[in-house]
C-alpha cells in the first residue's frame, strides 16, 4: 500500500462572529495515500477551502490534528509549507512583476541555490509553455497564462504534494483543458500527490481517484467517481412507445427487467413517454427494448443519460452543484 500523505482527524474549524459561532469545519477524517489525485467537491461555505487552509498550515484547526507529508501542521508548521505546493483561487504573481522575476523570486523563499531556481524555472517555463514570457510582467498574461504561471509557482519546489484551489475558475473551456493538459504531465514527471478543490463536475469526474463530497463541513461520502455515481444516483432511460396502453407497459417492464429500477409511464404527443431510473442503465436499454417488443409494443425512440456527480450530490443534499457553480 502507497504511504499516507494526508492524515487528518477529528479536524474542526470554528469561527467568531460577534455572540454567533460559526462551525465551518465540523470533525473532519480523512486520508489521502501518496501518488493519489482527490478531489474535495461541495458547495460555497461548506467548508473546502477552509480544510485546505488548514492541511497548509494556513489556519489552525480550532480542534482536532493532522499530518501533511509527515509532519503535524500545528507542531510543524514550516516543514509541512516546504514540501506542499499551493495554488489558490487567486493568482499569485505580482501584477507589475515579470514572469523570470517571479520564478526566480519564489525559489529564493524555499532557500534554493541560484543555479537550482534558474534551472527549475527555466524547466517549467518550457513544460508549461510559457517560453517568450519571461520578460512580460504578469498584468500582461492571458487568465491561462495567468493560471499556468501560478502552478509553476507552486511546483518551485518540487513539492510531493500540490493543492489545487479551484484552479480553473473564470478559465474558457479550452484554458481548462489546456491546463489540466499540463497538470497531469506534471503530475506524471514528479510523481505528486494532488488535492483538488472544484465545482466543475467533469474535472472531478474524469481527474480524480476518489471524490470526498463536503456539505455543512462535514464528509458526505469519500469514494471513487464511479463507485459514487452506482451507489448515489441513477442512470435515466427514456423512451418512446407507440401505444396508450399504459398497464402492458408497466407489466412488461418487470423489476428483473429494469434491475429494480422505477418505471414512470406519461401520455405525450399521442403516443407513451417511459422512463427508467436504474443502474447501468446502458447495459439495461437492450433488455427493456426486447421485453416491450416480446409485449408486442413499439419502441419508436430511446435514449440514455448516465449518472452524474451533480445528480450524486442533488440525492446526497438537496442541492445542485451546477447552480451552485453558476451562483
Known amino acids: 500500500m502507497p504511504t499516507g500523505m494526508i492524515r487528518a482527524r477529528g479536524l474542526v474549524r470554528t469561527f467568531h462572529r460577534r455572540k454567533e459561532v460559526i ?24 467548508g473546502k477551502s477552509t480544510t485546505l487552509r488548514m492541511l497548509t498550515s494556513l489556519l489552525a484547526p480550532s480542534s482536532g490534528s493532522a499530518e501533511v507529508a509527515g509532519y ?6 514550516e516543514q509541512v509549507r516546504a514540501r506542499i505546493g499551493f495554488i489558490g483561487q487567486g493568482n499569485g504573481g505580482g ?29 517549467l517555463v518550457e513544460a508549461l509553455e510559457l517560453g517568450g514570457l519571461e520578460k512580460r510582467s504578469v498584468q500582461s498574461l492571458s487568465g491561462g497564462q495567468r493560471r499556468r504561471l501560478d502552478v509553476a509557482l507552486g511546483l518551485m519546489n518540487h513539492p510531493p504534494l500540490l493543492f489545487l484551489d479551484e484552479p480553473t475558475t473564470g478559465l474558457d473551456p479550452h484554458s481548462r483543458a489546456n491546463l489540466w493538459e499540463h497538470i497531469a504531465a506534471m503530475r506524471e514527471r514528479y510523481g505528486m500527490t494532488i488535492v483538488l478543490t472544484t465545482h466543475y ?24 467517481p464511479d463507485l459514487l455515481k452506482h451507489e448515489h444516483a441513477d442512470d435515466v432511460l427514456t423512451l418512446g ?30 403516443e407513451l413517454r417511459v422512463v427508467v431510473r436504474t443502474a447501468h442503465g446502458a447495459e439495461r436499454l437492450p433488455g427493456v427494448m426486447e421485453a416491450l417488443r416480446a409485449a408486442g409494443l413499439t419502441v419508436t425512440s430511446a435514449s440514455g443519460k448516465q449518472a452524474s456527480l451533480d445528480d450524486v450530490f442533488l440525492n446526497l443534499t438537496g442541492r445542485s452543484l451546477r447552480e451552485e457553480a453558476a451562483a
Open 23 to 46: 462551525e465551518a469545519v465540523k470533525g473532519i477524517d480523512v486520508d489521502v495515500a501518496e501518488g493519489e489525485l482527490v478531489a474535495f467537491l461541495g458547495p460555497n461555505g461548506a
Open 241 to 270: 412507445v407507440a401505444s396508450t396502453d399504459e398497464d402492458a407497459v408497466v407489466a412488461a417492464l418487470r423489476p428483473d427487467v429494469v434491475g429494480g429500477g422505477e418505471v414512470a409511464v406519461s401520455r405525450r404527443d399521442g
Open 201 to 224: 463536475l467533469d474535472e472531478a469526474d474524469s481527474m480524480a481517484e476518489r471524490v470526498v463530497v463536503i456539505d455543512h463541513g462535514e464528509i458526505v461520502a469519500d469514494a471513487p
Open 72 to 77: 503535524d501542521v500545528v507542531a510543524h508548521p
Open 95 to 123: 501584477f507589475s512583476y515579470k514572469v523570470r522575476d517571479e520564478l526566480h523570486n519564489q525559489g529564493r523563499f524555499y532557500g534554493l541555490a541560484p543555479q537550482v531556481y534558474k534551472e527549475r524555472a527555466a524547466t
